[in-house]
């Protein structure tokens, strides 16, 4: 076992943690665009009781102290401090995971809504990932259920609100896992980007497709790859029908693919744990066929998603937080650059992202009450459009967050599936019901 | 169980507003269907509201960053100049004084009594202090603390009466002008006393000073007590 920094302390405010790797990068880039916000919901099957579900949140937050935390500056680095406010339940908007104050003194980095018949927690990356936030959520909703419909028997997989807290949960892994020695991935190339004009600041454009998971395994399965591989190749062909609408894109459309490291790496961690892997189509080689589009997706995770690979980008994430010169620099330059870095340089390297957090299971009890779970990834000026997926009971949500006002990319990808046998229920937060 | 027709979520059968949105409720007997999948408004978001007993902890850390840091400063600089503590000394209990003077309200949280005793305690250290510092004392306990007293009394007084009559205007700044003659008085006195050496209580330039401000603190009086109770002089000069 190697040794690291201690990842949290007591100080006079109460206890307070270190951030962990990937929120280093995502503190300094938080703005008004920039929100690092994404959003987890579940659609009940009835509308939502508030007070209950007040009351359920306050039972989750003695469970997860770490998310119970306020953004600090440190001089050298920011660190979370425990937050003594209590998280309130709040409207859900019509534009999510915008209009934050996360930076300000007292303001949570998560936030919990809910609108009819929907319970949403939009948490800022700086704090987990999806991982971290879908546990919270489901020990929220099973909370939940408790106070409006009495005690479930076996929690299954959902973490109780009152057991005990594992000390692992608050670990930096990025840190347990780095090897110093190990080389980092050869770096790429700018990718080429959606050319509209963003959004006024504030909007966020969401549209979700419910799609039958049988239909979508079928046809992944049609293929020898799995429902990933499918999701990931139909998102890369409709990203190149729209760069070819658009124009001849000199860079290569790539596409990032979040890997959560967990089921690589033995981790607890509640925290930030993931990696990106990225498919790249160069359409200066010519248009490539959906057939085509799906052999190379799949065949590139393959060659991506394994222990050795991924430890090579876990050396390049950590190897500028781990370096001398870096980390004396104070916090107030380092904010800049680091802002830089990540916006321009780290953004820029990708086309969009499609991120994938399986299917959610719940207890016998809560699973009926459940109509279905929805992921809306974090807004990204650079990059406008992206992609999350998660599968409920017999249906997989996709959900497009886009800041332009063009649709293009998401119609060509429901078109795609309906070209491959697959009909989509689109709904959306802008008219488009 | 009530509805929040903007919100769609249920609420107490009590309520009477909704708890997210603060829509009042409207008495529907079913869930509101035919909603739209999201909300149709942006909601700003509400600052959360610290604890008092956190932000006057906070309040507490920043006054004494505030006030120790040119403290530690000039400590220093009197060291490395000097190779002694000389003149920083002065500053330090300055800085020490007015760094109490902040942080006496955040500890006694209204105790009026308890602050005001500590105040003149406060500044009654200062003044010995800064009378000890340098060769043999002299003036302390016969000209400064005898003025701090006067000047405690008079605002203790000043204050007390301006709250406590019914009707506030004109009166609060004839009890002022009052204030300011009584304690140039005191001055006078305590110093006639101590430095003239006369030993005897004498009155000099404030009887100049009352007679400047007694006559407007008389006519005050007469526009708060005599004047206004007939007219209402805020529908004459309202603006």
Not at chain 1, 6 to 14: C, H, K, M, P, Y
Not at chain 2, 18 to 28: D, E, G, M, Y
Request: proline letters at 6%; aromatic letters at 12%; hydrophobic letters at 45%.
């Amino acid at each position: 076992m190697k040794t690291q920094p201690s990842v949290s302390g007591t100080s006079v405010s109460g206890n307070w943690y270190r951030l962990d790797n990937a929120a280093k990068a995502f503190a300094p880039a938080l703005s008004h665009r920039y929100t690092t916000l994404f959003r987890l919901a579940v659609v009940l099957n009835r509308p939502v009781r508030v007070q209950a579900l007040q009351q359920a949140l306050e039972r989750c937050m003695q469970r997860f102290p770490y998310y119970q935390v306020h953004l600090r500056p440190g001089f050298f680095w920011y660190y979370f401090e425990e937050n003594p406010g209590v998280l309130r339940v709040m409207p859900d908007p019509q534009n999510p995971c915008m209009r934050h104050t996360l930076r300000r003194r007292g303001s949570f980095l998560l936030r919990v809504r809910c609108y009819h018949r929907r319970i949403a927690v939009e948490f800022s990356h700086a704090l987990t990932d999806g991982f971290g936030a879908l546990h919270f959520l489901n020990t929220l909703l099973c909370a939940y259920y408790e106070e409006t419909h009495g005690i479930i028997s076996d929690w299954e997989n959902v973490i109780h609100p009152e057991s005990e807290q594992d000390s692992q949960e608050t670990e930096d892994s990025f840190l347990r896992e780095y090897v110093p020695h190990a080389p980092a991935p050869t770096s790429v190339g700018g990718a080429w980007h959606l050319p509209h004009p963003l959004l006024p600041v504030g909007l966020y454009r969401v549209s979700s497709g419910v799609v039958p998971t049988d239909a979508v395994r079928a046809a992944a399965k049609e293929r020898g790859g799995s429902i990933n591989d499918f999701l990931t190749a139909v998102y890369c062909y409709a990203l190149q029908l729209a760069a070819e609408r658009l124009g001849n894109p000199k860079r290569p459309v790539r596409v990032f693919v979040p890997v959560n490291l967990r089921a690589f790496f033995p981790s607890r961690s509640m925290r930030n744990f993931f990696s990106v892997v990225s498919v790249e189509l160069d359409l200066r080689l010519g248009h490539f066929e959906f057939e085509e589009v799906f052999r190379l997706v799949f065949y590139r995770l393959r060659l991506e998603l394994n222990k050795k690979n991924l430890r090579t980008h876990l050396k390049r994430n950590v190897r500028n937080e781990r370096n001398p010169v870096l980390r004396v620099v104070p916090r107030a330059i380092k904010d800049r650059l680091v802002a830089f870095v990540y916006r321009r340089v780290a953004e820029g390297m990708n086309t969009a992202s499609i991120s994938n957090l399986g299917r959610v299971s719940l207890p016998a009890e809560v699973a009926g009450e459940v109509e279905r779970y929805e992921f809306l990834p974090p807004p990204s000026p650079m990059t406008k459009v992206n992609c999350a997926v998660i599968g409920y009971g017999d249906e997989i949500v996709i959900t497009f967050g886009r800041m332009i006002d063009n649709s293009l990319v998401e119609m060509y990808f429901f078109r795609t599936l309906r070209e491959l046998g697959i009909t989509a229920r689109v709904h959306t937060n802008w008219g488009g019901d | 169980m009530p509805y929040c027709s903007h919100c769609g979520v249920e609420v107490d059968p009590k309520a009477t507003s909704c708890p997210l949105c603060r829509a009042p409720i409207q008495a529907l007997a079913r869930d509101p269907g035919g909603m739209p999948e999201y909300a149709q408004v942006d909601y700003k978001e509400e600052h959360v509201q610290l604890p008092a007993e956190y932000r006057r902890r906070f309040a507490l850390y920043l006054l004494s960053l505030v006030f120790f840091t040119p403290l530690l400063v000039v400590l220093i600089i009197d060291l490395v100049q000097n190779g002694a503590l000389d003149w920083s000394l002065y500053a330090a209990a300055a800085l020490l004084t007015a760094w109490a003077y902040a942080v006496i309200p955040l500890l006694l949280l209204g105790r009026v009594v308890a602050i005001v005793f500590f105040y003149v305690t406060v500044s009654a250290g200062f003044l010995w202090v800064v009378d000890n510092l340098h060769g043999s004392p002299w003036w302390f306990y016969s000209v400064g603390l005898p003025i701090l007293v006067v000047l405690a009394v008079v605002c203790s007084v000043v204050v007390a009466a301006s709250l406590k009559v019914k009707r506030k205007g004109a009166n609060v700044g004839a009890f002022v002008l009052a204030g300011i003659v009584v304690f140039c008085v005191g001055v006078d006195v305590v110093i006639t006393m101590n430095l003239s050496g006369a030993g005897v209580p004498a009155f000099g330039w404030s009887a100049i000073v009352a007679g400047a401000l007694l006559p407007p603190a008389g006519f005050l009086l007469y526009v708060q007590y005599g004047i206004a109770r007939r007219i209402d002089l805020r529908r004459r000069f309202h603006v």
